[in-house]
């Protein structure tokens, strides 16, 4: 299939009308968005082939499934550049029409002004954020699998598996400037996956405390400039096990 | 990822540190797009012998530290070199890239001395860790918009949505600086007669009185209340389309010119007075009657 994407105007009319469309299209399903815009350009296909994959809900707790939609997702998708999975336009076709299903089953909003954010991106004020890459409802799938997915592991989805325990973990953990360095998250994470192989218990104020140390130590050294090992090590001596 | 002087346990050659006597260091960045790359030329130098030495022997590197927050990207440059070209695919930057430079220590330094410490160092010795700070440069930001930029015309700026709200009876117009657009909602029914009709060009005038001018004054309105604040609005695509669109008519949009602005005036200006047009087509004349 064709990767859809909702056109800039629709986009900018999607946004304008989000009370309607969580009544008609998100509540009701009383038609489709193309319909309730009378355009039924809106959603397009765009030149980003992928193979065909559907959501996964089939469990009671819907946050249960978030490891294999990430999976699902990531795995289909991970020809997308960064600057493609940037574009909300991307998210939008599928929050909105693609994934609405699984949208209603794992963010139903409960009211007109709920959840904006989980079906659009919700732009900072000023100047730019990466936020919106881990609130939109479909974009954090694949923006938690970019970060976390890691093949030199037997399961390269075991960092994965670790983040979505806990929506706190993500926060602390991915969606904070340090982040962006793979090599830096990844060191985090795998040492605090240690620990708790070591018998540490994991919990979030550990992470959060971790996460903070981290902050701390990009005050003092370029941390992009020090090694997988050499973080690794930091974490490690923090926690001590 | 911006890196400011601040106080160190040790000296630091920065912009208003003063723990080196005379030491400056100085990079910058140009950049040019390069087929589907972004060429980074990156260049960084210090007059600082001691720190010159370090970097020669490896102990020290310049680093230039890319970052593009809206793509997740981050990576350091490190070199010897003091100027270093960099190339990326532009598939993996969007929006704004900040470029910060930097010496950083490679491996830990025992006993770190330099001839240039200031009065208050003088004589003493550091030590300094892999990973830290020598040298702090400038942080450069580039934006690199590859949306395209179809916001050339002034009523581009601005997007015609519709309102869904059946209970609606107005237009009214959205100005927000997170936006890429002005989004002027208009209630459905009114919605599609407008797109009907604006695909006819001898309308386009009086479309342009009726919906644009008033959303254009009160552009300029908010622009005059908020002129001291004009920063909110620096990132966004139709107020950087708008300032080019006023430049062109020698206005500019800034918190002194804004105090006097004659926003109907400018508004009827930008948009090439269509309300003179408009009533002549409605008069039944033709547009270009004088």
Redesign the interface.
Known sequence: MRIKFIT??GL??A???Y???FK?VIKKKSADLPT???DNSIIRDSSIEVEEFSFDMSQDRPTATDVENIRRVYNHMKGL???????ERIWVAFTLHQGLDYMRYRWMPENEGDKFDRFFF?????????RP?FRNGVARLW?IG??TYDAKRANPYELTEFVCRDQDYINNLLDI?F???ATISKAVIGALLDAEKNGVTINRDLVRAISQYVNLLG????????SYD?IYSKIKEKIGF | ?L?RN?YFPYPVIAKGNESYATATFTSDVDFEKNGYHVKFILKASTDNEGIKELIKSKKA?Y?H?I?C????????V?TEEEEEVFQI????????VQIST?I?A?EDLIGYKNSDFSADYKGFSFNI?????LAIGACVEIELN?QKDDLENTSSIF?I?????PNETIINV?IN?????I?I?IP?KGC?IYKNLSTNLELQSIMHSMIIIPALVQVFDELKASRFEL??FS?CRWFKALTKACKNLKVELNEQSLENLDSYRTAQLLMDSPTMKALTYLAGGSDDED
């Open positions: 800039e105007e900018l009319a946004k304008s009308n009370p309607t469309i008609e309730l815009m009378n550049s960064e600057s493609q999975a940037s574009d919700k732009n900072a004020k000023h100047g730019y954020s990466k890459l923006w970019y970060h400037g982040a962006s360095n005050g003092i050294y370029i941390l992009d400039c020090l050499e | 990822m890196i601040k590197s680093v530290h970052e927050v809206q793509t997740c990207y981050r990576h350091a490190i695919h532009q598939s993996k930057l969007n929006g704004a930097v950083v490679n860790k892999r990973g830290c700070l590859k997007s949505v519709p309102n869904l709200d959205d600086s997170t936006k890429p657009k989004v909602r459905v599609n920063y909110n990132d």
